[in-house]
C-alpha cells in the first residue's frame, strides 16, 4: 500500500512540474510583481522549513543515501552540512535568475513549494519510522 501512495505522489509532482514548466499553472496574465514575490518569500521560507524538518527528523539515525552519511552510515553534522549547502545553492541560483527576469518568480515559488512538501513527506516517513522503531 505505501509503495502505491508514494508513487502516487511522485505522479503528482512530476505532473505539476510539468504543468508549471509548460505555463499551464503560474503566473497570470498580467500578475501583480509585488504578490508574487510574496509568494516567492513564503516558498523560500517553507522551502527551508521542510529540509529542516527532514534533517531534524533524521538526526542520529541511519542514513539510506550514502553520499551523505557519516563513515558510521548515521545522518549527522556532514549531512546537515551537504542539505544547507543544496538549500543555499538552490536560492542563491533562484536569486541570480530572478534578478534578470522576473518572469519566473512564479515558476521558482511553485518549485520552492513543491520541494517543501517533499521536505515534509520525507520528515512524515521519518517519524513514522521512528514510530515503528520504538513501539517494538
Given at each position: ?7 502516487a ?21 498580467h ?34 543515501n ?27 541560483a ?43
Amino acid at each position: 500500500m505505501r509503495g502505491i501512495v508514494l508513487r502516487a505522489i511522485c505522479v503528482f509532482m512530476l505532473c505539476s512540474c510539468a504543468a508549471n514548466a509548460g505555463g499551464l499553472i503560474g503566473e497570470p496574465q498580467h500578475p501583480r510583481r509585488s504578490a508574487v514575490q510574496k509568494w516567492w518569500k513564503v516558498s523560500i521560507a517553507l522551502f527551508a522549513a521542510g529540509q529542516a524538518a527532514d534533517a531534524f527528523t533524521s538526526w542520529g539515525y541511519p542514513e539510506g543515501n550514502q553520499f551523505v552519511a557519516s563513515s558510521h552510515g548515521m545522518f549527522g553534522i556532514k549531512a546537515v552540512g551537504i542539505k544547507s549547502a543544496l538549500v543555499a545553492g538552490t536560492f542563491a541560483a533562484e536569486w541570480l535568475t530572478l534578478r534578470r527576469s522576473q518572469k519566473a518568480l512564479a515558476f521558482a515559488a511553485g518549485t520552492n513549494l513543491q520541494l517543501a512538501g517533499v521536505g515534509g513527506l520525507v520528515a512524515y516517513h521519518n517519524c513514522r519510522i521512528k514510530a515503528e522503531y520504538y513501539s517494538h
